[in-house]
């Protein structure tokens, strides 16, 4: 594996005002990542990086993520054509997430159910029977 391009975070101080991208990468080395639309603003996706997956991400301009349920790359789109090209790439405030305007290929879907997006159900504010529900979202 390639060293990261990612220094040690410093004083929250630079971390939060500075210009150097330290992300912030949790216990199990990951960042959560953000995938939205670069034409519409549609929240697509929320996926994971660790530092591979994000050095590479940088280095290609396509989305590369780590899956948490193989323990792998993930390069998205190499088998479905969906590949997510970077258009923008935004850091939070602590630099523990990041969020990535992209342009989609292929159909343009992201969902490995066929969808558009992965938020197509809405969760009921209004509990029935002490449950909540879910409902589906426009397309």
Request: proline share 6%.
């Amino acid at each position: 594996m390639t060293t990261p391009p990612f220094p040690a975070p410093g004083p929250r101080a630079e971390v939060e005002e500075g210009d150097a991208f330290t992300p912030r990468f949790d216990a199990n080395g990951l960042v959560s990542c953000i995938a939205v639309d670069a034409r519409d603003g549609q929240v697509l996706m929320l996926a994971h990086m660790n530092a591979e997956s994000l050095r590479r991400t940088l280095e290609t301009g396509e989305a590369w993520y780590w899956s948490r349920s193989r323990g792998e790359l993930w390069h998205k789109g190499a088998t479905s054509g969906q590949v997510q090209r970077v258009v923008e790439m935004r850091v939070d405030c602590d630099q523990d997430a990041v969020l990535i305007r992209v342009e989609v290929g292929g159909d343009g879907g992201c969902c490995h159910t066929g969808r558009r997006a992965c938020f197509y159900r809405s969760v009921s504010l209004e509990p029935s029977d002490g449950r909540a529900t879910l409902r589906p979202v426009g397309a």
